[in-house]
Each structure stands twice: as structure tokens, then as C-alpha cells.
């Protein structure tokens, strides 16, 4: 169901052409010249405006049903845009499935989801809208209420935004013009600015544990950089890092059907993980100790866990030397 609808609205959202050629990209976002290249759809150029009308949809309450949460009361800004709960709660305390991961720098990603079935970041923001247990909420009733609010519809008419099926500028909210300014909004969130980056700049020295740390993330007995590689700490690809032997929650297999998918998820960011706690897609790892327990014990034997968790031995020293590395991509 929840896969159908979003190819309706694939297809009603790529249908348009560039309208925003009377756009000028105005706000240049300030990112170090060693991070990946990124693409800004042509139908949505960044202009103060948009990030701002963004930002205000992206915390308010107006978007859920009973209008008690909004996207900021699960992605918490002074928790990297992430959770420290296990998994969040939805409207009226509905249990929540997965944990609410990081959204700094999703501007460098191509899927989203943990499951990655999600292709552009503007389709993103339809699934908390009507997932039961996130806003549980119909349309109509959102643009209903941004409608009638004098203030969204100022920032609205400051947004330019073109329908690309008549050509005319949309003066009144729909769908097209909630998810553009969300995407515009969350792209400007950025988490380029860390020790590790002020190390990479040869403006700091990391001490001699971290570096340490950084050497064992990135040797080929912990193989740690093979999928957390770059410098955003991900490939963004999907694997089966042997949490479990048989698992709840599909993951990627989830999309694809295919068995051989089974348990994989798409590798997280590690910026900012020692205050994103706790881990894992269920969040059922507790803290950065556990996780390097469960990589040097190599896992569960699941027929489809990667060949990069194979287990290691590390003494005590090193285990710290490896988390004051990974503390070292904290954002201060
Ligand atoms: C009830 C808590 C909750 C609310 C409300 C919520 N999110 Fe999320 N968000 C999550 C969880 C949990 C996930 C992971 C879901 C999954 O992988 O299936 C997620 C995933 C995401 C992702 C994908 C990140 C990635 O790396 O793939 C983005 C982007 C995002 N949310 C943005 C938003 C926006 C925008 C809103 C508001 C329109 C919002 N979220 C509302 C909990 C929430
Ligand atoms: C085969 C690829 C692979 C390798 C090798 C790997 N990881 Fe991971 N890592 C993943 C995947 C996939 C996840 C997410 C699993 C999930 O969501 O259940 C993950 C999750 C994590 C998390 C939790 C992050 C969060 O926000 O939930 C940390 C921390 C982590 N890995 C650190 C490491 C370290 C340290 C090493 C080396 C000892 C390592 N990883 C090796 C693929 C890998």
C-alpha cells in the first residue's frame, strides 16, 4: 500500500519540468571542499525564504493529526537531528518501529529510509504524514490548516514555487509546495564542522589515543572504513552487520523482496554517534562500548552477513582509543 502510493506520487511529482529557471540560487551553503559533490533539484533552488517556511512546517504541529508532535519532536535539534529514545512515539503514544536516525547531511544521500526505498528527500517527508504510528494525518486536513494560517501563507507566496502542471505560481498550499520547502529546509542541515574535520584542516592535533583509534577504524583486521568510509562515515549502501539471527525487522529486503536482503540496512552516518545513542536500527545497542563488543565477536552467523564482520581482539586500550576516535566526529 504504503509502496504504491508513493509511485503515484513519484510520477505526479517528476512529471515537471525546470521551473524555477527565474530562480536564482541564493544561499550558498558553506561545506569543506573535501565532501562529496551534491545535487539540488532543479524544481527547488535554495532561497531564504523556502528554507524558512521549511523549517517552520518542519516544527509544527499542525502537521499531525491531533496536532500534539511535529518532525523536530522526534528529530531533536541538540541531538544531531536524532533520538535518544530506543524508537519514538507517535500521535496518541503509538509505539514506534525503528530508531529515529540522524538527518544532518542528508543532503549527500540518494535513498532514505533505513531500508533506502525512498529515492528523493522531497518524497521523504510524504511518509511520516501518514504512517499510523508517526502524524497519521490525510492531506486535506494539512492543507487545510496551513491554508488558513496568515503567516505560512506569506512565506508561501515569498517561495515562488511554480506548479508545473498549469505553469502558475501556487498561491494556495498542496502537497507539491509542503514537501519542497521541507527538503530545502533539511538540506541546510549540515555537520561539517567536527574535531575530525579541524584535524583533516591541520588546524588541531588529534592526541595520540585518537589517533590510535583512527588507525584501528580504518585497518583491514576491523574493516570498520570498508562500510563506514569517507568522510561521511557511510557508503550509504546496505548490509547485514550480523546484529541478529533471525531478524524482526527485515530491513532492505523489506523493498526488494529478495531473501539475499534479508537484515540488511543502509550503514548510518558515525558523525556525531557518541551523542546519538542508542544504536542500530531497533536502537537495541546501547552504548559505544556494546557495539565494538558486538563487532569483535563478529556477530550472529545470518546467511546473509557481510564478509567485512569476521570478529577481532582488541585490548582494552585500543577499545578506548577507538571510541575517543569515533568522539572525535562530534559536532561541538
Ligand atoms: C514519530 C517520530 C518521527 C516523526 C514525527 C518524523 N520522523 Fe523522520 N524518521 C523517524 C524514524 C523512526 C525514521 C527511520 C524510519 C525508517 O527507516 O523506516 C525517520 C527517517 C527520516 C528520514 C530519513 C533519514 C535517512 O537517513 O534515511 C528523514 C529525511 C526524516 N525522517 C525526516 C522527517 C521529516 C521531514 C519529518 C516531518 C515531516 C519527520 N521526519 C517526522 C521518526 C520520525
Ligand atoms: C559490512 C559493513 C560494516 C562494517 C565492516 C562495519 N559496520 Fe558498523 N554498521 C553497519 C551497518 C549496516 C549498520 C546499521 C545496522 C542496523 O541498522 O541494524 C552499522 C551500525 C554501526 C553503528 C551504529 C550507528 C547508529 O547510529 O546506529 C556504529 C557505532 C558502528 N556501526 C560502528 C562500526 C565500527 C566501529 C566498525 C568496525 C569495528 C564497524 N561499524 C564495521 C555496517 C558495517
Not at 54 to 73: H, M, R, V, W
Not at 167 to 180: C, H, Q
Request: aromatic share 10%; glycine share 4%; hydrophobic share 35%.
Amino acid at each position: 500500500m504504503k509502496l504504491i502510493y508513493l509511485i503515484l506520487l513519484t510520477l505526479l511529482i517528476s512529471c515537471g519540468e525546470d521551473n524555477d529557471s527565474d530562480i536564482d540560487e541564493v544561499v550558498v551553503l558553506n561545506i569543506p571542499d573535501y565532501f562529496p559533490q551534491y545535487t539540488i533539484p532543479d524544481d527547488n533552488k535554495f532561497t531564504p525564504d523556502r528554507i524558512k517556511l521549511g523549517e517552520k512546517i518542519f516544527n509544527s504541529n499542525l502537521l499531525s493529526k491531533n496536532n500534539s508532535i511535529s518532525c523536530a519532536s522526534c528529530h531533536l535539534s541538540d541531538v544531531a537531528f536524532a533520538n535518544n529514545l530506543k524508537t519514538r512515539a507517535g500521535v496518541f503514544d503509538r509505539p514506534g518501529t525503528r530508531n529515529v536516525p540522524s538527518i544532518f547531511n542528508v543532503i549527500f544521500q540518494e535513498r532514505f529510509l533505513r531500508e533506502g526505498s525512498v529515492p528523493t528527500l522531497e518524497q521523504q517527508a510524504l511518509v511520516p504524514v501518514q504512517e499510523h504510528n508517526e502524524f497519521d494525518n490525510d492531506w486535506e486536513t494539512i492543507l487545510e490548516r496551513l491554508n488558513s494560517d496568515t503567516e505560512f501563507r506569506d512565506l508561501l507566496d515569498k517561495s515562488k514555487y511554480i506548479f508545473p502542471s498549469d505553469n502558475k505560481l501556487i498561491t494556495e498550499f498542496n502537497v507539491y509546495a509542503v514537501i519542497r520547502p521541507l527538503a530545502a529546509y533539511q538540506r541546510t542541515l549540515l555537520s561539517v564542522n567536527s574535531k575530525y574535520d579541524k584535524h583533516i584542516q591541520n588546524k588541531i592535533n588529534l592526541t595520540s589515543s585518537e589517533l590510535l583509534g583512527e588507525k584501528l577504524f580504518k585497518s583491514d583486521s576491523l574493516n570498520c572504513s570498508k562500510c563506514h568510509s569517507g568522510v561521511l562515515f557511510s557508503d550509504y549502501n546496505f548490509y547485514n552487520n550480523g546484529l541478529y539471527e533471525s531478524y524482526k525487522d527485515v530491513g532492505r529486503n523489506r523493498f526488494t523482496l529478495d531473501p539475499t536482503d534479508i537484515g540488511k540496512f543502509k550503514v548510518p552516518s558515525l558523525r556525531n554517534v557518541e551523542i546519538t545513542y542508542p544504536y542500530m536500527h531497533d536502537g537495541s545497542v546501547a552504548s559505544l562500548e556494546e557495539v565494538i563488543s558486538h563487532y569483535e565477536k563478529g556477530g550472529y552467523n545470518h546467511q546473509n552477513k557481510s564478509q567485512l564482520i569476521k570478529g577481532f581482539k582488541l585490548s582494552q586500550v585500543e577499545k578506548v582509543a577507538l571510541i575517543d576516535f569515533l568522539k572525535t566526529l562530534t559536532e561541538l
